[in-house]
């Protein structure tokens, strides 16, 4: 039975994507924008460019490109701003990430150079690692969420966009636990005045954009929107929020491989995991608040996703440990080990040993497109809040309060596709298919 799709604005005008922090992942994300307008290089990764979506039946065959069945905004509308603690354009800053081969780089030079930062609102006791240069001044924390408005409407005058798009791709607060300064809108904007320590500067960009009706993607794994008073922002003003921390590398394996042994019930025993980066992201994680808010994220996939409660012969007791070491000469190139030990018919062991070779931004930046593309599109369709259907791209993703997430990344396809066929009045795809056989 054909359904009634939800009304979506089309994608007319420009789309402004405003980053937060211009280093490996914005600059790898931007000079790859530029790269596939001009025809130089293909959107790997990105499931909003490349992925296709199945309609009705198998035997149907209707299964067009997801970017044809939803309107997207074209990349060719997207135009970018952003944010840093250091002066360096996005030109430079993807020659300073030597992710992006420098031949390459010097194809999209003109556009690299043109996505100068403005000042960053840093402060050094969430981010210890670091030394901003190129930092905002303020009173107040409301003073300096004002002044990050003044520059997204400053961009909005001088660029023309017709909407706009946030994404935190900056680097990995210290571990907070959510406080009473966070627990609702009111006490949050007393606490902006009264320069409260436990708001992030992460929560200062959100507060922004969600004030100006912007929405925000959360790619670390900080609070940043997952507090009260930062959702009922979002709710108030109509506004789409997700996060949390961008699922890239050991975390996305284990969000494949971890459902695959459940289905098969399969025992576990011990799943060690060990990583070496040598980006800035490496070098903020040396510091061990930093690595606690990232700990918090990486461990918490496993439990959700094998419910050890409900199955205690298979996953009672089993130990889990996340290991991330700074190790300079690997750049951008990471590395992740994991040694399995599983179990099975009678007990006996068996191990699984993956060596993954990774390129953390060349994983990170179509995730950052395909958010900034799908947040626009639910911005469109007047959905608000937070948008489950997003946790595909995360570690950790933000639920309902209460609700546990989803972490089982085949099952979060489904939702993130099934939301799709929702929005555009098709039948949700369930797998049933005995109607083949009646």
């Given amino acids: 039975m054909q359904r009634v799709g939800r009304p979506i604005e089309d994608a007319q005008g420009k789309l402004g994507v405003l980053l937060v922090g211009l280093g490996a992942v914005s600059s790898t994300f931007i000079a790859g924008v530029e790269l596939i307008k001009k025809g130089v290089g293909k959107p790997i990764g990105s499931l909003t460019q490349l992925g296709t979506i199945r309609l009705g039946k198998r035997t149907d065959k209707r299964t067009p490109r997801i970017r044809d069945f939803v309107p997207l905004a074209s990349l060719s509308d997207l135009t970018f701003g952003a944010w840093d603690i250091f002066p360096d354009n996005a030109y430079q800053a993807a020659l300073r990430a030597g992710v992006v081969e420098r031949g390459l780089i010097e194809v999209v030079r003109d556009e690299l150079e043109g996505v100068v930062p403005w000042q960053g609102v840093f402060d050094h006791e969430y981010v210890k690692r670091l030394n901003g240069t190129h930092v905002k001044q303020g009173p107040t924390k409301l003073d300096l969420a004002q002044q990050l408005m003044a520059d997204i409407d400053a961009f909005h005058a001088r660029s023309g966009v017709a909407r706009t798009v946030m994404v935190w791709c900056g680097s990995t607060e210290s571990f907070l636990v959510p406080g009473a300064v966070h627990s609702s809108l009111a006490n949050f904007e007393a606490g902006l005045r009264?320069?409260?320590?436990?708001?992030?500067?992460?929560?200062?960009?959100?507060?922004?954009?969600?004030?100006?009706?912007?929405?925000?993607?959360?790619?670390?794994?900080?609070?940043?929107?997952?507090?009260?008073?930062?959702?009922?922002?979002?709710?108030?003003?109509?506004?789409?929020?997700?996060?949390?921390?961008?699922?890239?590398?050991?975390?996305?394996?284990?969000?494949?491989?971890?459902?695959?042994?459940?289905?098969?019930?399969?025992?576990?025993?011990?799943?060690?995991?060990?990583?070496?980066?040598?980006?800035?992201?490496?070098?903020?994680?040396?510091?061990?608040?930093?690595?606690?808010?990232?700990?918090?994220?990486?461990?918490?996939?496993?439990?959700?996703?094998?419910?050890?409660?409900?199955?205690?012969?298979?996953?009672?007791?089993?130990?889990?440990?996340?290991?991330?070491?700074?190790?300079?000469?690997?750049?951008?190139?990471k590395e992740g080990w994991d040694n399995i030990d599983i179990f099975g018919w009678l007990g006996y062991p068996m191990q699984i040993k993956i060596n993954f070779l990774c390129r953390d931004s060349i994983l990170a930046a179509p995730i950052v497109l395909d958010l900034a593309l799908f947040l626009d599109l639910a911005q469109r369709a007047g959905m608000k809040g937070i948008q489950e259907w997003l946790s595909f791209y995360f570690k950790s993703p933000q639920t309902a309060p209460g609700l546990y997430a989803e972490h089982d990344l085949f099952i979060q396809l489904m939702k993130l596709k099934n939301t799709l066929r929702y929005l555009r009045g098709e039948e949700l795809i369930t797998h049933l298919g005995l109607e083949y056989y009646d």
């Fill in 194 to 333: 009264q320069n409260d320590a436990a708001i992030a500067p992460s929560m200062i960009y959100a507060y922004a954009a969600l004030s100006r009706g912007i929405p925000f993607a959360n790619g670390a794994p900080n609070l940043t929107v997952d507090i009260p008073a930062l959702m009922e922002l979002a709710d108030r003003n109509r506004v789409p929020i997700c996060g949390k921390d961008l699922k890239t590398g050991q975390t996305l394996l284990k969000t494949i491989i971890a459902p695959g042994l459940k289905a098969r019930m399969l025992g576990l025993t011990g799943w060690f995991s060990t990583n070496i980066l040598g980006n800035r992201d490496g070098e903020v994680l040396d510091e061990p608040s930093s690595f606690k808010t990232k700990e918090e994220s990486k461990l918490s996939v496993l439990d959700v996703m094998l419910q050890k409660d409900l199955y205690p012969d298979l996953y009672k007791g089993y130990l889990h440990q996340v290991h991330i070491h700074y190790y300079p000469p690997r750049g951008d190139n």
